[in-house]
């Protein structure tokens, strides 16, 4: 199997506070995890990759200092979204590639809401 | 040009028709391609992945992969309206590219009943 799981799945929390997402690969381990984020109706965006141990690469326009992403385990990855505001708002999933696979198995997603 | 082209659709169709979702890449050199449903409000899933030439079945679904014309097809037999859902494609370019798969925008299927 390749199971994905995010904790939590929803979050509503006040603008500026700081909100954590975990992602975690279940029954197998994630040498890769992505970080994606989703407006309704509109495509999927990359934000940022995640390799176990290394720094994060961010995609261009992604805030670095603003999205905080940690992998810390090949089975972990999490993202922090610092200082959130209302437009930070949004649907953000992650995925992980089963070792030199190039398939990647998504978890069920992180609704936020940023008051 | 988009890396990975998809008609936005709506595509429409009726309960037990054939539904075909095209997608178009750029990078000449892309050896994975995959297919993903989304259901509305919903993570994607995968459906079936391809890295040859030609077709391959996986129950009502078949993957068609065309590299000579850089073009890759999901065929639904026998639709229903559980099927309606939006499909994305899915290429890895080539090593060069690092092996950051891109994601089309997708194509909304519905399943008339």
Not at chain 1, 19 to 44: G, H, N
Not at chain 1, 55 to 68: H, I
Not at chain 1, 82 to 94: G, K, L, M, R, V
Request: include cysteine; hydrophobic fraction near 35%.
């Amino acid at each position: 199997g390749a199971v994905v799981s995010q904790h939590p799945s929803w979050v509503i929390c006040k603008s500026g506070t700081s909100v954590k997402i975990e992602c975690r690969s279940l029954d197998f381990q994630a040498t890769t995890m992505f970080w994606y984020r989703q407006f309704p109706k509109q495509s999927l965006m990359l934000m940022a990759t995640s390799n176990e141990g290394s720094k994060a690469t961010y995609e261009q326009g992604v805030e670095k200092d603003k999205f905080l992403i940690n992998h810390a385990s090949l089975t972990l990855s999490t993202l922090t979204v610092t200082s959130a505001h209302p437009e930070d708002s949004s649907f953000y999933i992650c995925s992980a590639r089963k070792g030199q696979q190039e398939t990647q198995y998504f978890g069920p997603g992180t609704r936020l809401l940023v008051l | 040009q988009k890396e990975v082209e998809q008609n936005s659709g709506p595509l429409s169709v009726p309960e037990g028709a054939i539904a075909s979702l095209n997608c178009t890449y750029s990078d000449r050199g892309s050896q994975s391609f995959f297919w993903y449903r989304q259901y509305s409000g919903k993570s994607p899933e995968l459906i079936m992945f391809i890295y040859s030439n030609g077709d391959k079945e996986d129950g009502r679904f078949t993957a068609q992969l065309n590299k000579a014309s850089q073009y890759v097809s999901l065929l639904i037999r026998d639709s229903q309206p559980s099927d309606s859902a939006t499909y994305l494609c899915a290429v890895t370019p080539s090593r060069a590219g690092g092996f950051k798969t891109i994601f089309g925008a997708g194509t909304r299927l519905f399943v008339k009943a």
